[in-house]
């Protein structure tokens, strides 16, 4: 951010001041609200006439909702990395993405509480969890630790926005009133004197450290709901940590996918410059072998022993009905990402937005492709049951409402873009001032 | 040329044979009249509860299905004591108990005849049972346990011998009867009673020492099927290890949760939330501070 150094705070606060929706904006926000609505039909139906409008049946009883759940919990993770490991190690340059990665948190974490509801088919039975609940079972440990995180990640997004919301309050804008009157309400009290400071400095750092043994639970208990269940392709020790590193690897790719957006649609290019993109592209190289490595674990020693229960799972995945899509998640998830950023030329905003796509997406169908082949393998053989309990793909009512779902994630961040500054304002300017007299 | 076409013949005409052939053979098939079979059976369960057990099938070359949801009369005697209207279920099979209103009709005759119409079409009437009881009686005989089984039959109002009916005498394991001699099955003498010396001594009974003896007639020509049973405390007393289900484990109810865990999962919980709730306490300082 050397560039920036010359600029004033008022400069600054004008650049950094959350903008009105032009008219991509609200072409952008219609199809979401249009997605959003046709889930909200489709769950509507799956209400009324229960799961059996799902293809989910007595073997794949785990589809893309869940699938999604372990998406979303796994790109949430994010927030712990930018957020909390890089504010601890002092890590300067991540500041203009420490918003990005805490808003990502917060959605994503948000529409995984909502899926499990989803996938339970009778929503009003989520009250005999807390009535009925068995701490020994890793469903409810699932239940805490992302109650846990949602509300870690909430106030770490909120406690970092104070100095920035008495700005938005005292700027004289043309925003609407309530607008005004909502900044006033949330941080009106943020007069930024040392005691004030002080507090908030502490509460900041006491959060980062909470946050990141709270985020590798939650992604390990995630991992868990699998990996206690003795199932082909499941029962692996190995599965915490693959897990954790493939969350976040998706994770970061999200953020660098939002970092391209919003440096495009605020023409922010004095803050999220080229050199972020290069070193966040780093980072995803990173995490990419990382989670390749752990890939090869999961698959290559199973493969090489081949145990006969495994074999039909396996063979699914690589050379089966599964194998485009298993080599489609390793290729363009992991090694196509890994191939392009490696190079200084690969590490440019739009390569690196084009890569952070394909990690997200490739991440998407990797989900799919832990939960449901393995369903679809049980030990003992499928006899006497219906053609439809041997093959799973989902219903247009699951697509609409998993769509529906990454559909609301991505609302809540434009609506929080839409209404504070996506990149913190008194950081940057406390950051500046520091470089200008250093 | 010529040959080839006369070789083409013979194969349509060969074809044409097998053809007709195959047809034949599937028409006779077809043509094997299926006939309709009924079971009858009779069961008297420690001589207090009669009752009979109707089955239909349809027997078709060597090929036995059975009669779902097919309608019956029983009568008992004549057409004027009908027992019950009978509809099988998906096995073919049908229970009927004698009522209590025709307790007269069965109390004035030693011999009874059960009688089956579907609709006006007569299809059982000579399914004859002679009236039976079974008892049981226990002794020790010089330090030996001796189980005494007699079955007697009713003729002219009279309780008489049943000589020659083959029993199983045992005690109840597992849904069958595990003979409580060396034989299999034991015949009634002359006086109507068997008896059956107890090898088996050290059986595993409930936590009383309870076990069940049984004595059985199976399909009977005369008397149908015959059972009576009798408790008594010859087992071994059996400890229910009720320890399997009170212990601490993963596996049982919330209310067992065990102890390191609950110690585990709550100092988490309460470390964790105990943090944010300073947080919270934090965040209403700071609100304090900038309203003062």
Redesign the interface.
Known sequence: MENITTLTSEQITKDLMPQQFGRNGKIWVAILVLICLIGAYAYYLQLKDGLIVTNMRDYVSWGIYISNFVFFVAISLVGSLITAVFRLANVEWSTPLTRIAEIIAVSAITFASLIIIVDMGRPERLLNLFA?????SPIM?DV?VIT?YL??SI?LL??PL?PDLKIMGEQDTKGPKWLKKFYRFLG????G?P??EK??N??IT??CI?IIP?AFCIHTVTSWLFATTYRPGWDSTNFGAYFISGAFLVGAGAVVTAMFVVRKMYSLEKYITEEHFDKMGKIVVLLALLYLYFNVNEYLVPAFKMKKAEEGHLDELFTGQFAPLFWFAILVGMVIPILVLVTKKGRKPLPMFITGIMVVVGAWFKRYLIVTPTLLHPFLPMTNVPENFKHYFPSWEEWAIALGSLSGALLIITFFVRIFPIIPIQETITQQNEKATS | MKKLHHNILKLLVTLCCFATAGQTANAQSDSVPATKIIRMHYYNVNNSMQYILLESQLKKEKTFTPQANKTYNLYLDSAANLVAMLKTDKDGKAKAFIPPTLKAAWEGSSQHTFIVKEGDEELVSDYVITKSKIDIDTANEDGARVINVSVMKMDNNEWKPAAGVELKVGFERLGGILSAGDEETYTTDSTGTVKVTVTKDSLPGNEKGIITIAARADDNETFGNLLAEKNISWGLPTEINTHFFDQRA?????FR??IW??AM?YSI?IG??G??I???F??I???????T
């Open positions: 009925y609940g068995r701490i020994q440990w805490i846990t509300f870690i106030l909120y406690i104070l009106s009290f943020w007069k004197n005691a004030q507090i908030s502490k509460s006491i959060l909470l709270v | 993963l596996w049982t109810t919330r949760t065990p865990l609950l999962a919980v964790v939330w943090t944010l300073y947080l919270i934090q965040v300082k700071i609100r304090k501070l900038g309203r």
